[in-house]
């Protein structure tokens, strides 16, 4: 701060993040993706980083620097978080876990006292998630954790976000939870008062900063006179449909990333013909979100749903025919699902939760359902068979002789198979064919026109990039080590941002396509004394 020059901490390859400092500035704890992930802690001057613990996420120094809080899990699908608090020495040694009942638990930060931990946690129901900001004691005394009542406030205010508010003080003890929200298309940071007895909010959200970005990464803490200094990167994050030139078949690399949208709304979810001609994604733009299909060669445009609400579109191979899910969504987020071949849109599936690929003629189409399953849904009775339990983003191949998925074998690690297709007929556990080990993040996969590469993101190298496997040509088993493909190492332009169900990863001939995110900043100081005294 004195001189603002910088000082590199980490060198090695792997995505590190979540730094946080000890209260006497001499030590950063962090989060590492480096020797299978863990949080590691490091000198602020420099030296030799030291792991503390296997598979932490956010740590976070205590007053006064002896633990750190942490949550270890991961985030499943549709963005929800599955994780355990722990707390554990910060020179090292046994973790304890915090509040075991609570199955969906993250974020945690520590009040003033050193005796209490604020922090995220979900109800654990699967229908009606319930999640707020709760605080516990750290005293095994019997004491059960208070519901803050955040959430509901929140809402009330039509404010998103604060996963993992701060507790920040006044010279005369008012507390107040600080943290970063979303209000239309910005987001800022607000405070909310707090008893620093009962633990329940008191009041409403007042706003504190005043920008344009959409996103905000911050750090508070107390200075003299009552006062809080803030830190803030104010971002900017923008989905746009992106390519890479590919001999598909081949698995060779032909140039560099190509842009293909460039709009200041968000554009995910892509769908490509086996050609590489015309390409389905879904937009904001317009203030609703519907799906457009694009020709490439000549980049006209047209929007597919007549009903404003659109999402999640499959193209057939050949590009003739169209589906996509229409909003709003029922009972346990199903959806009508419609299919466009030629002239108007007709309904296809009553009951569909993402449509994740479909035959060249239309007559089936594959649904990832709800819970995790894969169905065969025959378009013209809108009737559905489950051929596939605990199997995600199903994908036919060019031959619709064969189904690649992927599965969560725990929080941390997903696993990509093939296995024979035959239609509505459901498929043994015993069929499945491993193309990854089960070992890594490693899913949705696309195959090659040909059926005998499969390309799927993969973090095995800690970042989220694109892999591909040789298949033999008859029994579909992997032949040869994985294909490292292309690389996403760096945090302006990565894959690992948000909910990968919105990258939408295809495969056409000529070309890769995937929704990339962008994001640009600025870092931003403040000292907020006035609004806390």
């Not at 030296?47 to 499943?76: C, D, H, K, L, Q």
């Amino acid at each position: 701060m004195a001189t603002g020059d910088r000082l590199r901490l980490t060198r090695n390859d792997s995505e590190e993040r979540e730094p946080a400092f000890s209260p006497d500035g001499n030590r950063i704890a962090y989060r590492s993706e480096q020797e299978g992930g863990g949080i590691f802690v490091v000198s602020a001057l420099g030296g030799e980083p030291r792991r503390i613990v296997r598979g932490g996420r956010t740590p976070r120094f205590s007053p006064n620097g002896e633990m750190i809080a942490y949550w270890a899990g991961g985030i499943a699908q549709a963005a929800r978080v599955e994780g355990s608090l722990f707390v554990i020495p910060s020179g090292g040694g046994e973790p304890r876990q915090v509040r075991a009942e609570f199955k969906r638990a993250a974020y945690p930060e520590w009040l003033p006292d050193g005796q209490h931990i604020l922090f995220y946690a979900d109800s654990g129901r699967e229908t009606t998630p319930d999640p707020d900001i709760w605080v516990t004691s750290l005293l095994e005394d019997g004491t059960p954790a208070v519901r803050t009542g955040l959430t509901k406030l929140l809402t009330k205010q039509k404010l998103t976000g604060w996963s993992y508010p701060r507790w920040v003080t006044n010279g005369s003890g008012a507390a107040y939870l600080l943290g970063a929200s979303g209000s239309g298309d910005t987001a800022n940071i607000w405070r909310v008062p707090i008893s620093p007895r009962t633990f329940q909010v008191s009041g409403s959200a007042e706003q504190l900063t005043f920008g344009t970005s959409n996103a905000i990464s911050f750090g508070a803490t107390a200075i003299p006179g009552g006062g809080v200094r803030v830190v803030f990167a104010s971002l900017k994050g923008n989905w746009d449909i992106w390519s890479l030139p590919l001999d598909a078949n081949r698995a060779l690399v032909k140039g560099p990333l190509q842009r293909i949208t460039d709009e200041e709304t968000m554009e995910t979810v892509p769908a490509i013909s086996e050609d590489g001609r015309k390409l389905m994604y879904t937009s904001n733009r317009g203030g609703s979100s519907n799906v457009w299909a694009r020709d490439l060669a000549s980049g006209k445009e047209a929007r597919v749903n007549t009903t404003p609400g659109a999402s999640f579109s499959c193209i057939s191979r050949d590009g003739r025919r169209v589906i996509y899910t229409q909003a709003p969504a029922g009972p346990q987020g199903l959806r009508q699902v419609y299919m466009v071949a030629e002239g108007d849109p007709v309904l296809v599936c009553n009951d569909c939760f993402v449509p994740t690929s479909m035959t060249r003629d239309g007559e089936m189409l594959i649904d990832e359902n709800h819970p995790p399953s894969l169905r065969v849904v025959m378009t013209a009775r809108k009737e559905g068979v489950t051929i596939l339990k605990g199997a995600y983003a199903g994908r036919l191949s060019p031959d619709e002789r064969w189904i690649a998925f992927h599965t969560i074998p725990r929080i941390d690690a997903r696993q990509v198979y093939v296995a024979p297709f035959r239609g509505p007929v459901p498929i043994e556990q015993k069929e499945w064919i491993p193309v990854t080990d089960g070992r890594g993040m490693e899913r949705y996969a696309a195959w090659s026109p040909d059926g005998n590469t499969l390309y799927f993101l993969s973090e095995r190298d800690g970042f989220r990039c694109i892999r591909a496997q040789r298949l033999d040509p008859v029994s579909k088993h992997p032949v040869g080590p994985p294909l490292d493909i292309y690389h996403f190492h760096q945090a302006r332009r990565s894959l690992a941002s948000g909910d990968p169900v919105n990258i939408g990863f295809q495969v056409a001939v000529d070309k890769a396509v995937f929704a990339l995110l962008e994001t640009t900043g600025s870092i931003w100081l403040t000292d907020l004394s006035a609004e806390f005294r």
